[in-house]
């Protein structure tokens, strides 16, 4: 089998790849910021950390990725950008670190090219599998702070979107005709993520006043979804009935350690979980779907 991939294999499976992006800031610090306190910066993954904002902001970043592959005889450069979203934070009470944020940002990407060699019926094939679409996650949140070094947040999350998953069959003999089935899932469900930030560590010693603390919870979601399949043969062009089902998104966990000794230097690590090895996709517990983590560390 041949294999030519837009994006990671994990993209064939569930909801696709994850995307982590809290921000563009973020990005060039290892994807860290959980314990971050700032004000110039709004952290979607971090509602504790939007308390510090002083002023409207409006955010918006596009994300370019590519890898280059080989197998030792040929090579290959794969590139795709998409937008990465936007936020807008609105301070309400600046005194008690009330800011509301609302926005959207990707949740997942679905976006593979795989061909291999397979026989049905006696035919041999060669079959396309294609996949496009993905999770997007619209957020409306706030946060408040009680005191000037501690800091809460939380924000609804709304996950929707569209995943199309095809195999477009090319018989190998040319006296057999091909044809394409493509199964389309619709999704929608709702999150709550809650988070919080202390940076009053030099209250217990001045050496570990440049450090801050952060963690973030986000609950887990029961996805509505809707599954229907397109036959397209030349003998034959039907389309089955919806069905109706469910997807979990597991619990996910996170927290970020901070130090920054001035103004001009400022380092970070953060440590993000999500237990998928326990979501369930219509019911079904898919074995290739294993929990996910990423560790970041970052400097500035």
């Known amino acids: 089998a041949i294999g030519l991939q837009k994006s ?13 992006l809290p921000n563009a800031r973020s990005a060039g610090m290892g994807y860290t910021g959980l314990g971050i306190p700032s004000a110039n910066f709004i952290n979607s993954m971090q509602p504790a950390a939007w308390s510090r904002i002083n002023r409207v902001r409006l955010e918006a970043g596009l994300l370019y990725e590519g890898f280059k592959s080989t197998d030792g005889n040929r090579s290959l450069y794969l590139a795709n950008s998409d937008f990465s979203g936007a936020l807008l934070a609105l301070p309400i009470a600046t005194e008690s670190g009330i800011v509301g944020v609302v926005g959207f940002t990707p949740y997942s990407n679905v ?23 993905g999770v997007s996650r619209g957020l409306v949140g706030l946060s408040f702070a009680p005191a000037q070094d501690l800091a809460f947040g939380a924000s609804f999350n709304y996950l929707f979107g ?32 809650v988070g919080g930030q202390f940076n009053g560590f030099g209250r217990i010693s001045e050496s570990l006043r440049p450090f801050s603390l952060g963690f973030v919870v986000t609950t887990r979601g029961n996805l509505k979804t ?19 089902n469910s997807l979990t998104v597991p619990f996910a966990y996170g927290v970020g350690l901070a ?42």
């Open 111 to 133: 976006n593979y090219n795989l061909f291999v060699q397979d026989k049905r019926e006696g035919i041999e094939y060669q079959v396309n599998h294609t996949g496009t679409g």
């Open 259 to 300: 130090y920054q000794p001035s103004e001009r230097y400022l380092l970070a690590a953060d440590y993000y979980a999500q237990q998928w090895g326990n979501a369930a996709i219509n019911g079904v517990d898919p074995a290739e779907i294993r929990d996910h983590y990423r560790i970041g560390v970052g400097g500035e």
């Open 8 to 20: 990671a294999t994990d993209s064939l499976y569930g909801i696709g790849d994850l995307r982590y």
């Open 162 to 193: 569209s995943i199309d998953n095809s195999r477009i069959f090319s018989p190998l003999n040319t006296t057999y005709s091909g044809g394409v089935t493509t199964e389309t899932m619709t999704l929608y469900g709702i999150t709550v993520s």
């Open 226 to 244: 809707t599954r229907q399949t397109r036959y397209e043969f030349l003998s034959e062009t039907d389309t089955l009935p919806e069905v109706r």
